[in-house]
């Protein structure tokens, strides 16, 4: 580790430079030399903090997540006013499929997980139960005393996967919000109004 350095900014390093690596390229094309040089950084340092490069993608894919679920959950809790699922949704859309190196990222470790890698298997599957628990808590702040549907949960996780997928392989830019008035009709059954106990009773 260079001298004067502190073990958080060593990390910090790590993952900003990374992010810039793979805004510009492949993760396949990306290489843990390339994100230590760029970070100042040794290599015994990069590896001291992330022995493989999967290890370092899914760090950033779970810091993306989480800055996601922060911004979903500050956007619930602002205002007296209940926002609508149009736009909640529409903030959850955009926050997983606005980024490409966040698409990115996700496409490479389920192709990693197929791949015969069991431990990134797990660790994928992880991700999905965060997708599914931010939907569950998003609907349990939103409504309150009453669970989500498990099969409706899923189903709009499931569709989220699959946008994903257009994000990276489709030139057409995705329309977040578009996308999510049908999803709020979905969720709610009664189209896109408020949310309240009378679109929780409607599900």
Same mark, same amino acid.
């Given at each position: 580790?260079?001298?004067?350095?502190?073990?958080?900014?060593?990390?910090?390093?790590?993952?900003?430079?990374?992010?810039?690596?793979?805004?510009?390229?492949?993760?396949?094309?990306?290489?843990?030399? *390339?994100?230590?040089?760029?970070?100042?950084?040794? #290599? /015994?340092? +990069?590896?001291?903090? %992330?022995?493989?490069?999967?290890? !370092? &993608?899914?760090?950033?894919?779970?810091?993306?997540?989480?800055?996601?679920?922060?911004?979903?959950?500050?956007?619930?809790?602002?205002?007296?006013?209940?926002?609508?699922?149009?736009?909640?949704?529409?903030?959850?859309?955009?926050?997983?499929?606005?980024?490409?190196?966040?698409?990115?990222?996700?496409?490479?470790?389920?192709? *990693?997980?197929?791949?015969?890698?069991?431990?990134? #298997? /797990?660790? +994928?599957?992880?991700? %999905?139960?965060?997708?599914?628990? !931010? &939907?569950?808590?998003?609907?349990?702040?939103?409504?309150?005393?009453?669970?989500?549907?498990?099969?409706?949960?899923?189903?709009?996780?499931?569709?989220?996967?699959?946008?994903?997928?257009?994000?990276?392989?489709?030139?057409?830019?995705?329309?977040?919000?578009?996308?999510?008035?049908?999803?709020?009709?979905?969720?709610?059954?009664?189209?896109?109004?408020?949310?309240?106990?009378?679109?929780?009773?409607?599900?």
């Amino acid at each position: 580790m260079k001298q004067g350095l502190k073990e958080g900014d060593s990390k910090d390093r790590i993952i900003a430079s990374a992010q810039q690596c793979l805004s510009e390229k492949s993760v396949d094309k990306t290489t843990l030399s *390339e994100i230590a040089r760029r970070a100042g950084i040794s #290599k /015994g340092t +990069l590896y001291y903090y %992330y022995p493989t490069k999967n290890d !370092l &993608v899914f760090d950033i894919a779970g810091i993306h997540m989480a800055q996601i679920t922060e911004k979903v959950f500050a956007m619930m809790e602002t205002g007296d006013e209940h926002p609508t699922w149009e736009e909640v949704l529409g903030t959850l859309f955009e926050g997983l499929l606005g980024s490409k190196t966040r698409s990115r990222l996700h496409l490479y470790l389920i192709n *990693e997980s197929l791949s015969g890698n069991p431990a990134l #298997k /797990g660790r +994928l599957e992880s991700t %999905y139960g965060q997708w599914f628990q !931010l &939907v569950q808590d998003g609907y349990l702040r939103m409504v309150g005393g009453r669970r989500f549907p498990d099969g409706l949960a899923r189903l709009l996780v499931a569709v989220l996967d699959g946008l994903v997928i257009q994000s990276v392989t489709c030139e057409d830019r995705l329309e977040y919000r578009k996308l999510a008035a049908v999803a709020a009709s979905l969720v709610t059954g009664v189209g896109c109004g408020a949310v309240g106990n009378s679109g929780a009773e409607a599900v």
